[in-house]
């Protein structure tokens, strides 16, 4: 849904400079657009504009976290038996996957600023390798969901809820049997897991797709030259979805797995 | 052109109560707006170019902004405090009001009086007793809404919501759905008839379906086999209900809960999140199998059951079980109130 | 000059518009579509924003037409339930929330605060594409058979219980949120890191300030919107059961998720209005702002306390009765900035010198009606009075009354205020009084009769009514033919302005704002070059010494 | 212009440097190691039964850890006290709306209805 919208700064290419009518008492870097006064000026509004932008994603996954704590309360039982249901060294794996993604990230911020141009395509293409197994882990999550028909809706089924010992993975968690309504209810689980995992999905493939255009551009040079607002924009956004996940990783995952 | 009303008739106890606040905010409403008015015009004229061509700076003074703070605010927690009161008057219904469930459905409404009376749109109260609703909504969101009385509430689909009233003048009132819900929104109204107690019994009497709504639960009860588990026999597997309305009940996950006509109708819709202590949770859910006019049955007979014999009596047949074959049925005794259900 | 006007023109015999201004600097279809320049930005929202509140207001009429009449005959009950859900979600969505921070704001607050352009005129001109996709796809469902959910998307009535263009509607109104955010997220960025040297906050003018605390509501509060429509989205296509009762969803949730922005939505909409008024009353009679700090400081609290309110709209449908005292006593606070406003303007006219033109006449219509609108609130925000009044014709005229009376006043109040500094030519004075009359003549005689319908109880939505409510709907639908034509009066003679209006030169009413002391219509860098503000916001005397020192013009 | 002011005082960026601050590496790594912690703890911390406090241990280490990413990875610590407001509103209006929002649930038992 949040289809990010990342700034095509024209900045990053060579612009000749053509200030002949306001005549510029102040020289103008390549990369300065006309209405900033001073670079830093463009530097600051270009990353305070990037956290307003996360304020709304907070806002965003606020809703969702506030329908999550609703009916967690609501509906405890049935969250434990279905939380049963995810994998947590997958879960796990993941979490460690993105956390190293972070910091491969916050390298390449720090490769950008030191003009090293190896250091930052490197750790660029770490952060994509690491966002994309992410995201393979994820769809051999979903694939399992789908398969024990755990999606919300008219296909949703209830025996790994009803009958445990049918199910592997309630058999390991040692569950007992949910009563027909309380099974019913971990249709409420399973559809906060796909929305929330999802839209969380959704902004790592927008996330790594951005990260494929910026390998391509760091290649031909363009974040070493001294202006790497868009690498550092770019490294919120993914500490940002890397923190929704640190959220939806024991919430969704380590519920009362003791 | 029929009467033409320029104010609602106050045809119950609350109402004049909310009237008085109600003219009370018009008054500081007038006053606020008179003052308002009064300083631009008044401003306007004396300083008008043509009279005052020379603007005279001021920067403000914090005196008058903290009048212009305070007053307001004071007067706005007046009304805060006095609307409270009024609120928590209508939405907590006294313990002696006479019940009527009300369904609300897509386009039309159904009450359904204790004593089996069932009315389309239309609502029969007898003047001066203190009468409950308790509404619910079978499908969308609606609002009884009776303005003649100034009570309003919205019946929601999976939770029963209450407001209560006490008629004082006998008449026909407008009774409207005022939550939009659908093509007849506006179709769904009707009258509430408000008759003295006389006329009200002899309305009772007349439109009588024959059976009361806790005989319909009685039969509900029975036909859905409730009585397999809830009887009190000693190794009954559900808790007997007798007398369980209006109990405290200790529930299987801790915590206590007043046994209303909330938590019976959360019981048998989600019964496991509702077990009372000792019993295994093994009652199927009666979601979907029973509508909201059955479960108000079940509710409505689950209330008026205030001894075992009636169950007893009806599930004789119990004995046939096969686990319990051998075990003669424990003599039932005859309890000393007349243990029939309350018509 | 004459005594009763402060218009100040130049020789007309002499005068003509600037040749090198924003307009005249390129030409052709793709100059305007691919503008970053906020000046021209404003241009085409103004233009969107016009065409989508006729589009609003022949829906009104075709309400208020059915209302003639105590049956449903005018249409089909469905027809009118499509009529009044889309009259509400363009009226809202597409006029209210854009209009004044999109054209006005987004026109003047780069040059009030002595910036070039906003921080992101990309984002800026994709706000405008979001704006005109939303409202294409808006229509598009109104042709291929429209919806009739209400603007409120009641669930389960919208996920279960119609088969309108729930989904499409959702999606316009989505993407048009992310117009708002952008609008938004541009204005806190520019008011924060591009203000002029010397521009400290205390010297920006009040409008500044108003569309400051509007945008963190925009930025803040849509996005809870846009999620509560992503779950009826998923709700009605796949039946995830967030909001379905049967599978255990509570719908109360989607009107706490609603509610949490559409209330925030209300000041978003009133707040530049208000900033507009701040600037008129100022300039009309030659008056410092009393209580500067005040103001400025009320319109952020009324930010700020519009997050902790939204409940009052739901005081009858079950919400707890502890959590009802939180919400009212919270809807009281957040009553009382405006009423510093309202006392801070009608002081600001104590010892002024006060002339009658067209904006301060809109501006007094401004406070007259917002005052029995905000009044009219605290009615619906006491919980007990509530009970009667919620979801009556009440409410219905309360809101009109805060956003008709206030904001669409306030609006036209800009729009004549900074006509000529947009287009460099005055607008005819005497008809658009007139107009300005006959507005609120026409808007009195329509909602106020809605008032007394309100306590009699007539529900709101309803196509159908009991006989005794005609009379006072026939008042009513009397009134709407009125406020149709006094709207219709301006695009007329400001359309005629443009090309036969006096020239208006720099600064037609000796105003103090930046935006001002340059030509008209305006450079597109604005300014020949950066000017440094060494004086209070409203500073007349500073004006006064300016006299002599005519802005040279560019070209 | 008349007179131009000496001193402007807003909240332009005033020097080159100081709002670029380079974060070291060396600060990147602790910063990695201790969010694996981090996450080992709380997967550990699962699967003791801590009773009512087990959603409140993982919240708080879930919380630890964004913390850590805002302020290190996110160069909060470094940044403008704008940024750091930022941070602030948006984390205050996430929990009025969780807040406000559960606090009509709860209380929902307490009255009759």
């Given at each position: 849904?949040?289809?990010?919208?990342?700034?095509?700064?024209?900045?990053?290419?060579?612009?000749?400079?053509?200030?002949?009518?306001?005549?510029?008492?102040?020289?103008?870097?390549?990369?300065?657009?006309?209405?900033?006064?001073?670079?830093?000026?463009?530097?600051?509004?270009?990353?305070?504009?990037?956290?307003?932008?996360?304020?709304?994603?907070?806002?965003?996954?606020?809703?969702?976290?506030?329908?999550?704590?609703?009916?967690?309360?609501?509906?405890?039982?049935?969250?434990?038996?279905?939380?049963?249901?995810?994998?947590?060294?997958?879960?796990?794996?993941?979490?460690?996957?993105?956390?190293?993604?972070?910091?491969?990230?916050?390298?390449?911020?720090?490769?950008?600023?030191?003009?090293?141009?190896?250091?930052?395509?490197?750790?660029?293409?770490?952060?994509?390798?690491?966002?994309?197994?992410?995201?393979?882990?994820?769809?051999?999550?979903?694939?399992?969901?789908?398969?024990?028909?755990?999606?919300?809706?008219?296909?949703?089924?209830?025996?790994?809820?009803?009958?445990?010992?049918?199910?592997?993975?309630?058999?390991?968690?040692?569950?007992?049997?949910?009563?027909?309504?309380?099974?019913?209810?971990?249709?409420?689980?399973?559809?906060?897991?796909?929305?929330?995992?999802?839209?969380?999905?959704?902004?790592?493939?927008?996330?790594?797709?951005?990260?494929?255009?910026?390998?391509?551009?760091?290649q031909a040079g363009a974040y070493t030259t001294g202006h790497v607002t868009f690498v550092e924009n770019f490294g919120l956004y993914w500490h940002f979805v890397d923190i929704v996940w640190i959220f939806l990783f024991p919430l969704l995952y380590l519920i009362s797995r003791h | 052109m029929t009467n033409f009303a320029l104010f609602p008739p106050e045809a119950s106890k609350i109402a004049p109560q909310m009237d008085a606040l109600y003219f009370f905010m018009v008054l500081v409403s007038l006053i606020g707006l008179t003052i308002v008015i009064l300083l631009v015009t008044s401003f306007s004229l004396l300083y008008s170019k043509k009279r005052h061509p020379v603007a005279v700076q001021i920067e403000g003074s914090t005196m008058l902004e903290a009048?212009?703070?305070?007053?307001?605010?004071?007067?706005?927690?007046?009304?805060?405090?006095?609307g409270a009161l009024i609120y928590f008057r209508v939405y907590t219904p006294p313990a002696n009001a006479m019940n009527i469930y009300v369904v609300g459905k897509?386009?039309?409404?159904?009450?359904?009086?204790?004593?089996?009376?069932?009315?389309?749109?239309?609502?029969?109260?007898?003047v001066g007793r203190a009468v409950q609703l308790t509404l619910i909504s079978q499908d969308v969101f609606h609002s009884f809404s009776i303005p003649a009385f100034r009570v309003k509430r919205e019946a929601i689909p999976g939770r029963y919501t209450t407001v209560w009233f006490e008629a004082t003048t006998p008449g026909t009132y407008h009774l409207f759905c005022t939550q939009y819900c659908g093509t007849e929104h506006s179709h769904m109204i009707g009258d509430v008839v408000v008759m003295t107690p006389e006329d009200f019994k002899k309305w009772l009497a007349g439109s009588t379906s024959g059976a009361s709504l806790a005989q319909n639960g009685e039969r509900l009860f029975a036909s859905l086999s409730c009585a397999a588990c809830h009887n009190t026999r000693p190794d009954a597997r559900g808790p007997s209900l007798a007398n369980v309305?209006?109990?405290?009940?200790?529930?299987?996950?801790?915590?206590?809960?007043?046994?209303?006509?909330?938590?019976?109708?959360?019981?048998?819709?989600?019964?496991?999140?509702?077990?009372?202590?000792?019993?295994?949770?093994?009652?199927?859910?009666?979601?979907?199998?029973?509508?909201?006019?059955g479960v108000i049955a079940l509710v409505e007979y689950i209330k008026n059951l205030n001894s075992d014999y009636r169950v007893q009596q009806t599930t004789n047949t119990t004995?046939?079980?096969p686990e319990s074959e051998g075990k003669a049925t424990p003599a039932a005794q005859k309890p000393a109130g007349q243990g029939m259900v309350k018509q | 000059m004459s005594t009763d006007t402060i218009v100040s023109l130049p020789d007309q015999s002499t005068a003509r518009v600037p040749k090198v201004n924003f307009l005249s600097k390129e030409n052709g279809l793709l100059s305007w579509l691919l503008t970053g320049d906020h000046k021209r930005i404003a241009i085409l929202y103004l233009i969107s924003i016009t065409f989508f509140f006729f589009i609003g207001g022949a829906l009104a009429g075709l309400i208020r037409l059915e209302l003639l009449t105590p049956q449903s005959d005018l249409m089909a009950t469905d027809?009118?339930?499509?009529?009044?859900?889309?009259?509400?979600?363009?009226?809202?969505?597409?006029?209210?929330?854009?209009?004044?921070?999109?054209?006005?704001?987004?026109?003047?607050?780069?040059?009030?605060?002595g910036a070039k352009d906003l921080a992101l005129p990309k984002i800026n001109l994709l706000s405008w594409y979001l704006y005109m996709a939303a409202g294409i796809l808006a229509l598009y469902t109104m042709m291929t058979g429209g919806v009739d959910t209400g603007w409120t998307f009641t669930t389960p009535l919208s996920t279960h219980y119609v088969n309108t263009n729930v989904l499409t509607t959702g999606v316009a109104v989505f993407i048009a949120g992310f117009s708002s955010i952008f609008t938004g997220l541009n204005f806190i960025v520019t008011i924060h890191k591009m203000r002029a040297p010397g521009m400290t906050w205390f010297r920006l003018p009040l409008f500044v300030w108003a569309h400051y605390a509007a945008?963190?509501?925009?930025?803040?509060?849509?996005?809870?919107?846009?999620?509560?429509?992503?779950?009826?989205?998923?709700e009605r296509t796949m039946g995830i059961g967030v909001f379905d009762p049967t599978k255990g969803g509570d719908p109360i949730l989607f009107q706490h998720l609603f509610w949490f922005y559409s209330h925030p939505a209300v000041y978003i909409m009133i707040l530049p209005g208000m900033g507009v008024i701040s600037e008129t009353i100022s300039t009309f009679s030659r008056k410092r702002v009393f209580g500067y700090t005040a103001v400025a400081f009320s319109s952020v609290a009324i930010a700020v306390f519009g997050f902790f309110v939204w409940a009052h709209h739901m005081f009858i449908m079950g919400i707890s009765n502890y959590s009802m005292l939180v919400f009212s006593l919270l809807t009281m606070l957040v009553a009382v900035p405006s009423a510093i406003k309202i006392f801070n303007w009608a002081f600001t006219l104590y010892k002024g010198s006060i002339t009658f033109e067209t904006p301060m006449l809109y501006t007094f219509g401004f406070m007259g009606l917002f005052t029995i609108g905000?009044?009219?609130?605290?009615?619906?925000?006491?919980?007990?009075?509530?009970?009667?009044?919620?979801?009556?014709?009440?409410?219905?005229?309360?809101?009109?009354?805060?956003?008709?009376?206030?904001?669409?006043?306030?609006?036209?109040?800009?729009?004549?205020?900074?006509?000529?500094?947009?287009?460099?030519?005055?607008?005819?004075?005497?008809?658009?009084?007139?107009?300005?009359?006959?507005?609120?003549?026409?808007?009195?005689?329509?909602?106020?009769?809605?008032?007394?319908?309100?306590?009699?109880?007539?529900?709101?939505?309803?196509?159908?009514?009991?006989?005794?409510?005609?009379?006072?709907?026939?008042?009513?639908?009397?009134?709407?033919?009125?406020?149709?034509?006094?709207?219709?009066?301006?695009?007329?003679?400001?359309?005629?302005?443009?090309?036969?209006?006096?020239?208006?030169?720099?600064?037609?009413?000796?105003?103090?704002?930046?935006?001002?002391?340059?030509?008209?219509?305006p450079l597109t860098e604005n300014f020949p070059e950066i000017p440094i503000m060494d004086h209070e916001a409203y500073d007349y005397e500073w004006l006064d010494g300016q006299k002599e020192k005519e802005v040279v013009i560019v070209g | 212009m008349s007179n131009v002011p000496d001193k402007v005082d807003h909240d332009l960026p005033e020097q080159h440097e100081r709002e670029h601050h380079i974060v070291s590496p060396k600060i990147y790594l602790t910063i990695l190691i201790a969010l694996l912690v981090g996450t080992a703890v709380t997967v550990w911390a699962s699967y003791v039964n801590l009773g009512i406090f087990n959603p409140v241990v993982a919240l708080a280490i879930a919380c630890t850890k964004a913390t850590l990413v805002v302020l290190y990875f996110m160069h909060v610590k470094y940044g403008t006290k704008l940024t750091k407001l930022t941070v602030g509103a948006g984390i205050f209006t996430f929990l009025i709306l969780v807040g406000m929002t559960l606090a009509d649930y709860f209380t929902r038992a307490w009255g009759r209805w």
């Open positions: 849904m949040a289809r990010k919208k990342k700034r095509w700064s024209l900045s990053d290419r060579p612009v000749i400079v053509t200030g002949v009518a306001e005549g510029a008492h102040h020289e103008h870097l390549p990369y300065q657009r006309h209405h900033f006064e001073t670079i830093a000026q463009q530097n600051d509004a270009t990353n305070f504009a990037m956290w307003l932008f996360l304020l709304t994603e907070i806002m965003f996954f606020g809703g969702l976290f506030t329908a999550y704590l609703i009916y967690r309360n609501w509906y405890y039982p049935a969250f434990v038996s279905a939380s049963h249901q995810l994998s947590i060294p997958l879960g796990g794996v993941n979490t460690l996957l993105l956390i190293c993604s972070s910091f491969t990230m916050a390298m390449g911020v720090w490769s950008a600023e030191m003009k090293k141009k190896g250091a930052l395509v490197l750790c660029l293409i770490l952060t994509f390798i690491l966002g994309t197994g992410f995201l393979g882990i994820k769809t051999v999550e979903y694939g399992e969901k789908i398969e024990k028909h755990h999606v919300p809706g008219i296909h949703y089924s209830l025996n790994s809820f009803l009958y445990p010992d049918s199910d592997e993975a309630a058999r390991v968690a040692k569950d007992h049997a949910l009563p027909l309504d309380m099974a019913r209810h971990t249709e409420i689980y399973f559809f906060l897991y796909f929305a929330m995992t999802g839209m969380h999905a959704l902004h790592m493939i927008i996330g790594v797709a951005i990260l494929a255009f910026m390998i391509a551009r760091a | 009048t212009w703070t305070i007053i307001p605010l004071g007067l706005f927690l007046i009304m805060f405090v006095w897509q386009w039309m409404w159904k009450a359904e009086h204790a004593g089996g009376q069932h009315e389309i749109n239309s609502l029969h109260v007898p309305y209006g109990s405290r009940l200790s529930l299987a996950s801790g915590g206590s809960v007043l046994a209303d006509d909330a938590y019976l109708r959360e019981a048998i819709l989600n019964p496991s999140q509702h077990l009372t202590q000792g019993y295994a949770p093994i009652m199927p859910t009666y979601q979907g199998q029973v509508s909201e006019e004995v046939l079980l | 027809t009118y339930n499509k009529v009044f859900t889309m009259h509400g979600i363009i009226m809202i969505f597409f006029f209210l929330v854009p209009s004044v921070p999109a054209t006005l704001g987004n026109f003047f607050i780069p040059m009030m605060i945008s963190i509501l925009m930025v803040l509060g849509t996005p809870v919107l846009a999620i509560a429509i992503v779950l009826v989205a998923l905000g009044l009219t609130g605290v009615f619906l925000g006491t919980s007990g009075t509530d009970i009667h009044l919620t979801e009556t014709y009440f409410i219905v005229a309360h809101f009109h009354f805060v956003m008709v009376g206030g904001m669409l006043m306030a609006f036209l109040a800009g729009v004549h205020f900074w006509w000529p500094k947009m287009t460099g030519r005055m607008y005819p004075e005497k008809i658009s009084q007139l107009a300005a009359v006959v507005t609120f003549i026409g808007f009195n005689l329509t909602f106020f009769p809605q008032f007394i319908l309100g306590t009699l109880g007539m529900p709101r939505r309803y196509a159908s009514y009991p006989a005794e409510f005609q009379i006072l709907n026939v008042f009513s639908t009397a009134g709407a033919t009125i406020l149709g034509v006094g709207y219709l009066l301006p695009v007329l003679y400001l359309t005629w302005s443009l090309k036969y209006g006096a020239i208006a030169g720099n600064n037609p009413w000796q105003a103090t704002g930046l935006e001002w002391q340059t030509q008209s219509p | -």
